[in-house]
């Protein structure tokens, strides 16, 4: 799992990469985006064709607002350098699964 900390990194480790990465935009206060934490840290033990990162809404604001994340948990899904994906609110495995 990668802790995003700055727009540069962001651009480095999501929008360039060569996987798909499964971008969750949260706040720590938020009751949804710690459920989904959860279940995004089991999916991150399992051997997955994708990479996830965490993205803290209220560190990186200007990232939020770029992408219109307006809402937590939001979950944008990057391949090929483009969001081909996106979920808000709380889901479950199965249709966290069928984003990717």
Do not use: H
């Not at 985006?33 to 994708?50: I, P, R, T, V, Y």
């Not at 219109?68 to 699964?97: A, Y």
Request: charged share 30%.
């Amino acid at each position: 799992m990668i802790r995003i900390r700055s727009e540069t990194q962001f651009e480095q480790e999501v929008i360039n990469s060569q996987n798909t990465v499964v971008a969750d935009f949260y706040a720590r206060w938020c009751g949804p985006c710690k459920a989904l934490a959860k279940l995004l840290d089991e999916m991150d033990q399992e051997k997955n064709a994708f990479q996830i990162a965490k993205v803290d809404v209220e560190e990186l604001p200007g990232l939020a607002e770029k992408y219109r994340v307006v809402s937590v948990p939001t979950i944008l899904v990057f391949k090929n350098q483009k969001c081909i994906n996106r979920s808000v609110g709380l889901i479950g495995r199965n249709d966290l699964e069928k984003l990717v």
